[in-house]
Structures are given as structure tokens and as C-alpha cells.
Nanobody
Framework: VQLQASGGGLVQAGDSLRLSCAAS????????VAWFRQASGKEREFVAA????????LYEDSVKGRFTISRDNAKNTVYLQMNGLKPEDTAVYYC???????????????????WGQGTLVTVSS
């Protein structure tokens, strides 16, 4: 599975962005998909995930109520809608996919087999 993340950019605090993660080579349908982010000088951290079935989602506490992860299996794409962006959301955002991710491992980087190249989100104050 090849993943292509896109949609990043430079925005002001309070603005919105929608990131996309498009898969090629295999359908997304059987994969859990997550977004992680890495700010400059910091470790990569979990942001949000959607289960293989698409029936459930998980969010990191700081993005709850602001970010929404969704998937369109017909388009083989997972989205991260980001509203109310804050300067601390500035990071490179990566999407990841895994076919054997159990619920308790959704926030764990090692659970994912495939990674996209990252897209930069910069939020100015």
C-alpha cells in the first residue's frame, strides 16, 4: 500500500484545513488508518485513528472536538478535518495504515505497516 498525504499549508489560528490520505495499490477497506504528527524538535505523536471497519474513531485529547477523521472507502481516502487550529498544531502530519491494528494499539506507531510522506501544517498566531 502506498500512501499519499496532502492538504497541508500555512493558516492562521482559528482557521480550518482538511488533510487527505490517499491509498494506492490496495483498498483501504481492511485497514485501520491513523494520523500522527511531529513538531520540530519533538517526537512523533498520535492524533487520530479510524478502525478497519470505520465504525469507531479515537482522538488524542488535545484535538477532541476540533479534529474529525473520516474515511471514504470508495475513494480509498481518509481525511482529517481540522477546525479551530492553534499554533501548537503546527507539525508535519503523517498518515499510516495497518491491517492488524487492534483497538488498544490504535495510538501506537509500531502497529502500522505503511506510512505516507507527511504534509506540513503551519498555524500562525
Amino acid at each position: 500500500v502506498q500512501l499519499q498525504a496532502s492538504g497541508g499549508g500555512l493558516v492562521q489560528a482559528g482557521d480550518s484545513l482538511r488533510l487527505s490520505c490517499a491509498a494506492s495499490g490496495r483498498t483501504f477497506r481492511g485497514y485501520a488508518v491513523a494520523w500522527f504528527r511531529q513538531a520540530s524538535g519533538k517526537e512523533r505523536e498520535f492524533v487520530a485513528a479510524t478502525r478497519r471497519s470505520g465504525a469507531g474513531t479515537l482522538y488524542e485529547d488535545s484535538v477532541k472536538g476540533r479534529f474529525t477523521i473520516s474515511r471514504d472507502n470508495a475513494k480509498n481516502t481518509v481525511y482529517l478535518q481540522m477546525n479551530g487550529l492553534k499554533p501548537e498544531d503546527t507539525a508535519v502530519y503523517y498518515c499510516a495504515a495497518g491491517s492488524r491494528v487492534i483497538t488498544s494499539s490504535l495510538p501506537t506507531m509500531a502497529a502500522y505497516d505503511y506510512w505516507g510522506q507527511g504534509t506540513l501544517v503551519t498555524v500562525s498566531s
